[in-house]
């Protein structure tokens, strides 16, 4: 989805011959696995992060063509709302100081992004959800430009056939409806990619969902929209309701969202591709030159362009991808669970827990997936993403705890071995471990600093409008510090 399209219009006939090439690709990769074509090597890592642009006020800057212009750094590329913008971080292998140089890089880029969006009227802010978005930044005329957000909006639209209804509760409710996707643009989200052999995808794929849950809770950052307090990460109910495609009566069907995570363990990452071309039809047929069985007969590597273009439009909270890098194949997971922000310290440390705790799980003799009900892993998920620091799960041989307990007990210690095991310089991991301790031991999170600091203006007298606007700013000065989440004041005296 990272390209634009040539063109945005698709006949009867393109949709056929889409489809028709998607089972192509699912064959030819069925092939390929069987082959071992892959590149086996484990432990090479990337980032994406989605970044809010804001104005003097705090709130969205319809700004993004005019910074990416401005800027002219192929790393940086406009998301679906006008004021979203993506960093993609170029891949490394995160053994010795590979968290030091994300580091450097990361913050190399966002200070020349500041520096050049001050000249726009803007700030960068890290944040998984706008606390001062309103229903009117929402609409289509704020949804980006580009064939393809276009093309993306019209494709859901018309396989929705009517309004997308959004009802969240959370401590306060939130009922609307719009008539396009552009809600969606309101979650910006932080996603780590993780290279791993085809042998043992399904081993990470599963770890990555046993996990989920008590990454979003540790690491939730988005209790607000729309001035209404919500879940702890309310980007999780929100993408999932302003990108459903399916009417009331599709749903009673058993039809699957296509913001999806899942229903079972696999035992292949084909597994998944198939269930993608099983349940989802496409959404944006878009038509390449590539003859992908055509390509393997002459013993070259296909880049199954359909086929990844239909997975891409396929929002599985941790999604396969199939890549090529110098005519070698390779998969990765996409760890889409988590928000952006709060500070670059905060996401390398929600990566380093995260990368940590799969290897760890992923080379467990007896695996966490035979002792856990999916089912029970998708429940983490939502009470996670609900309830966030205060949420209780359930995790083999303990029942249910505490999530704060759960990671300090079991999690952290299993995140620090596993990062051993991909090399990682200790003193990194220790320094990046130590901020997921020291958010469960303060039981603060931005979620929660943000939900404390509203309710602590408000007690002064604040307006819920006015308090937001408060807030974020003192967010976007306290992030730009560098200071991890937890050690942040609640109150500006604080």
């Not at 086996?40 to 992060?49: D, P």
């Amino acid at each position: 989805m990272g390209k634009d399209l040539a063109r945005a219009v698709f006949s009867p006939d393109d949709r056929v011959q889409f489809r028709h090439k998607v089972r192509r690709g699912l064959d030819v990769l069925g092939g390929l696995l069987d082959a071992e074509a892959f590149d086996t090597g484990t432990g090479m890592t990337g980032l994406e992060i989605e970044i809010n642009l804001v104005d003097a006020d705090a709130a969205p800057a319809m700004r993004n063509a005019e910074l990416l212009a401005d800027l002219g750094d192929p790393r940086f590329q406009a998301e679906l709302g006008r004021f979203n913008i993506e960093l993609n971080v170029p891949p490394r292998h995160i053994a010795t100081e590979g968290f030091g140089a994300f580091e450097k890089d990361i913050s190399d880029a966002l200070r020349t992004a500041s520096e050049r969006a001050t000249k726009a009227d803007s700030r960068l802010a890290l944040i998984g959800m706008l606390p001062t978005l309103v229903p009117e930044d929402l609409v289509l005329e704020n949804l980006s430009d580009g064939e393809r957000f276009r093309a993306l909006n019209d494709e859901i639209v018309a396989a929705r056939g009517e309004q997308f209804p959004l009802d969240i509760r959370g401590a306060e409710r939130l009922c609307s409806a719009s008539p396009t996707i552009v809600p969606e643009s309101a979650c910006t989200s932080a996603q780590f990619h993780l290279q791993v052999a085809p042998e043992w995808f399904a081993r990470y794929w599963n770890a990555s969902q046993a996990v989920a849950g008590a990454q979003v809770a540790v690491g939730a950052n988005a209790p607000f929209l729309h001035g209404r307090r919500l879940w702890a990460e309310t980007r999780i109910p929100l993408f999932e309701q302003a990108t459903d495609t399916r009417s009331d009566e599709l749903k009673e069907q058993g039809v699957r969202p296509r913001v999806w995570f899942g229903e079972r363990w696999i035992t292949s990452v084909f597994d998944l591709y198939e269930e993608n071309v099983r349940f989802f039809p496409p959404l944006l047929p878009l038509l390449s030159d590539e003859d992908p069985v055509e390509v393997r007969s002459g013993g070259g590597i296909p880049r199954l362009a359909e086929l990844c273009l239909h997975n891409g439009t396929v929002y599985r909270w941790n999604r396969p991808v199939y890549d090529v890098m110098d005519g070698k194949p390779h998969l990765r997971v996409e760890n889409r669970v988590l928000p952006s922000g709060p500070t670059v310290l905060d996401l390398l440390a929600n990566a380093a827990f995260y990368f940590g705790l799969v290897r760890r799980l992923a080379d467990a003799e007896r695996p966490i997936w035979s002792r856990l009900d999916f089912r029970v892993a998708d429940a983490n998920f939502r009470a996670g993403a609900r309830d966030g620091l205060d949420a209780t799960m359930c995790w083999p041989g303990l029942g249910e705890v505490g999530v704060v307990e759960l990671v300090l007990e079991t999690l952290l210690p299993m995140a620090y071995e596993g990062l051993d095991r991909f090399g990682v310089d200790p003193v990194e991991r220790d320094r990046l471990l130590a901020v997921i301790e020291g958010r469960c031991l303060t039981r603060q999170n931005g979620a929660s600093w943000q939900t404390a600091a509203v309710c602590a203006a408000e007690r002064r007298g604040r307006s819920r409008e006015v308090a937001l606007r408060e807030m974020t700013r003192r967010y976007l000065d306290l992030q730009q510090s560098g200071e991890p989440v937890h050690g942040w004041p609640v109150s500006p005296s604080g």
